[in-house]
């Protein structure tokens, strides 16, 4: 189940005004980061930068990661960037942006409905189909339920797999992936300092950084207070 091949190529190549709209928000949240799809450069041109996923009950999904720049295959890209850990500051950082999507509105339902632009949509708790994360070092996890326009940004080498919808879900449970490269503003010169190409105001580039729009909780091996 997803989008049909010829839908995703278009949607890749035209200028679709949600997504512009979706790219808009990113960059006004992430203002430190150069905002784009993930390059066919990396993974050559059979891996989408979109993906529309509408997992059923009954199916089976494996744990996996999206992307890793370290595991990166010979390109024109890695020879640009080299092989890094994700999250190296300086570089380009591999991030997932999933979407969860409400399904179409039914054939009898009026296209100006309020149910039928989703805004009603609701992912009754028994229907399951949540999304999971692994966090490898310490055999734990979290997970994150479908909610109307609902958005997840991970970094893309963070282990995780779709739960399945349950056999009570009379749909499929859509959403969109979307596979995106941040590319910081700064760079790390040879002294290890972060610079900013854009002013001269090295301090100002630092706190851009360093500053978070919302609380962040550390979870498994990134809480070092836990046991």
Not at 51 to 59: I, T
Not at 161 to 186: C, D, E, G, N
Request: charged letters at 20%; proline letters at 11%; hydrophobic letters at 35%.
């Amino acid at each position: 189940w997803g989008l049909a091949p010829g839908a995703l190529e278009r949607l890749c190549r035209e200028r679709h005004p949600a997504l512009v709209e979706v790219q808009t928000r990113l960059a006004r949240l992430y203002p430190q980061y150069t905002i784009a799809r993930l390059s066919p450069q990396v993974y050559g041109e059979h891996l989408a930068p979109l993906v529309f996923n509408a997992p059923v009950a009954g199916d089976h999904y494996d744990w996996h990661i999206d992307a890793d720049p370290n595991q990166a295959p010979p390109s024109t890209w890695s020879d640009l960037h080299g092989h890094y850990i994700n999250r190296q500051p300086g570089k380009p950082l591999f991030v997932t942006l999933l979407l969860y999507l409400p399904p179409p509105p039914a054939e009898d339902e009026d296209e100006n409905s309020e149910s039928a632009d989703g805004s009603a949509w609701e992912w009754p708790l028994n229907q399951d189909a949540e999304t999971l994360f692994l966090d490898i070092p310490t055999d734990t996890g979290i997970f994150v339920r479908p909610k109307p326009s609902r958005a997840i940004i991970m970094d893309q080498d963070i282990t995780h797999r779709v739960s399945a919808p349950s056999r009570f879900s009379k749909t499929p449970r859509y959403s969109l992936v979307w596979k995106l490269v941040f590319h910081p503003k700064q760079n790390i010169d040879g002294e290890n300092r972060i610079v900013d190409h854009s002013n001269n105001d090295a301090a100002d580039s630092l706190m851009s950084i360093i500053m978070d729009p919302v609380p962040v909780t550390l979870f498994g091996s990134a809480n070092d207070n836990l046991p």
